[in-house]
């Protein structure tokens, strides 16, 4: 996988956002809607903060960006202190103009029953949309990507997910003690990630450097779901120095 290598996050994090800014301007340019796929976590709050910039300083518009998000837990208010919602509000959405209609995020206060057609509905509205035009993601230590955890199959579908103990004991501090961590979210599928015209994985620090090296180096394995991007014919990898250290 392409794999491009900066000095540190917030370099990497203007890179990224730029790419995303070009895409929406050429879309406007054309008179054409953007499908963003987005992430939250600790990674992309840089690059948001960039995208920020960029709207109040230089004329970015998202007025034809229309977005989903990854994931959020379940189940989950959209107002708690830890819902993606309000992440993607507080991180990005409320500081810039996209249209609020046009933003999507898995709903975490679904009833059970409700869930499954929720998941294909979601599905549909990004088929329908023409498809996600780029996607940026992270990934958790246990090489997770939105959260299809490990053991995750390459054409999973969008459905509530059973989060994996290392992904429950990263979120701990978030939500006051592992014990509180939702033990369950609605992910996006792999198949639909895969189905992106572009995918852009980023990641920061040492703590990445050994998952990052087993994505990129190691065999494609469902037990290290950002290896399916192993196949992908126009994903990137971005990282920082420190992440980049195991790499060959
Ligand atoms: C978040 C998501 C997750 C995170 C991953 C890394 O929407 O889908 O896959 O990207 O857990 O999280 P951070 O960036 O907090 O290290």
Redesign the pocket.
């Known amino acids: 996988v392409p794999t491009s290598v900066f000095r540190n996050a917030d370099e990497a994090s203007r890179a990224v956002a730029l790419e995303i800014a070009h895409l929406i301007r050429y879309k406007q340019a054309a008179g054409q809607h953007v499908v963003l796929g987005?992430?939250?976590?600790?990674?992309?709050k840089k690059v948001y903060g960039e995208l920020i910039r960029l709207h109040r300083e230089e004329g970015l518009s998202f007025r034809n960006v229309i977005s989903f998000?990854?994931?959020e837990y379940y189940p989950m208010k959209p107002d708690a202190i830890q819902s993606?919602h309000r992440f993607m509000r507080e991180q990005l959405f409320d500081h810039i103009d996209i249209q609020p209609e046009n933003y999507h995020l898995p709903d975490g206060t679904l009833p059970l029953e409700d869930v499954r057609a929720f998941c294909e509905q979601y599905e549909q509205k990004i088929e329908a949309l023409g498809g996600l035009d780029f996607q940026l993601?992270?990934?958790?230590?246990n090489g997770?990507?939105?959260?299809n955890e490990p053991g995750s199959h390459i054409s999973s579908r969008t459905r509530l997910m059973t989060l994996d103990a290392v992904?429950r004991q990263?979120a701990g501090g978030d939500f006051g003690g592992i014990a509180k961590v939702p033990r369950r979210a609605i992910?996006l599928g792999v198949r639909a990630i895969m189905n992106a015209r572009r995918v852009v994985l980023?990641?920061w620090g040492e703590h990445?450097a050994d998952i990052v090296k087993s994505a990129i180096e190691g065999p494609m394995t469902e037990l290290v779901p950002a290896s399916y991007l192993q196949t992908h014919q126009n994903a990137k990898f971005v990282v920082d120095e420190a992440c980049a250290s195991e790499l060959t």
């Not at 987005?38 to 992309?44: I, N």
């Open positions: 987005l992430a939250t976590g600790s990674s992309p998000n990854l994931d993606y993601l992270g990934i958790g230590r997770h990507i939105g959260f992904t990263d992910t980023i990641a990445k």
